[in-house]
């Protein structure tokens, strides 16, 4: 299986206590999604190796074993990263040309990344990272707290792994018994040549709990029984007072006459909201904002839609799209689509929102012109599932 480059050596240092994640179990042995952060690890970049070692905690040997299989070595870490990378660095087996350092942190640095790693290798180089810009301007500050100088953030990178070496490259520098949070600094500190390749988002470094949720976003279709859709349908016949304002989606739309009702009869709004009661299983508009909570009389579309917001996401839930489909023959919702969009997606915290609208051939009452309707479904996801 794992024969394509029978060269190359795969080293996963997975021996840290994970300190900062603070679980009661090594940080390597975490689930993140349905398989531990280790499993993930090897998932994505054990193919690309002929023989795999894996730094495992003191007295967590058997469980990393029993959980790896055979085709993995496991080998008993040290009390520092570098110090792991170096134990694991003695069981390399004698024809191994290239290694692939990579940290059990990083679980889902894909196969494509580990493979212009190994590529760089190929055309002569011989310590190869991935990295990405970094978006802050980053200070170096004294012990206490006094910045002490702001490098230019152009030239500045956040390195990665799986981080790539010649072995005599990489085994030399281990030689060096200096510390380092990453090999390509021990490369740097023997004056070796390190060349940077593209990192990848999804490389992300799982370092606290939050970040579990971050490196979920990657994994979505496996989560997809956490998902929930919800319909919400709304009409209203127009006044038969000239004057009444029409409020549609939040706006209001000039020239235009309003609707019956005692709230300011904004269909699309009332729509979603009961699409989102729906999908989270919270009752509907009139259990929410009914006659019961006098607070709520009169309330505006927008004003339903952030309280809806506040709702569901107490309850745990976080939109992942709305899409609302307006019914009737005017207004002309084209022009004022974008209008509309903007308007939805503030009032529900910059969800993504989508507005489209129909009529109805001449049919019922927003086909003969009496009134307006709306449909709307909603897809939430339920957020502290995802940090479980
Ligand atoms: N690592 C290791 N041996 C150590 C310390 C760390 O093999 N003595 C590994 C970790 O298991 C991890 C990688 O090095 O895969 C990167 O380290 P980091 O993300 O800092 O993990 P921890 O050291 O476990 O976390 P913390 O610093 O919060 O304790
Ligand atoms: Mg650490």
Redesign the pocket.
Known sequence: MRSLLPKVALI??????????GAPI???LVQLNGRTLIEHAILNLGSLAAQIIV?A?AGFEDQFKNLLGDAVTVVT?????T???KIALESIDPEVEYILVH????PLASTELGEQVIAALLTGEVAVIPALSVADTIKEVDASNYVVLTPNRERLRAVQTPQGFARETLTKAHTQNIEA?DDGSLVEAMRGKVKLITGEDRAL???NPEDLASALKYLVPAVAADIRTGVGIDAHAFSSDPKRELWLAGLRWENEIGVDGHSDGDVAAHAICDALFAAANLGDLGSNFGSAKPEYAGASGARLLSETLKLITSAGFAIQNISVQIIGNRPKIGPHRLAAIAKISQALGGAKVSVSATTTDGLGLTGEGKGIGAIATALIIRSESLLK
């Open positions: 996963i240092p997975a021996a840290g206590s994970g300190e900062r994640f090594p940080k390597a730094a905690p870490g040290g009390s520092t990263r110090k792991s990378v940290d059990a942190a990083r949070t470094k799982i370092t």
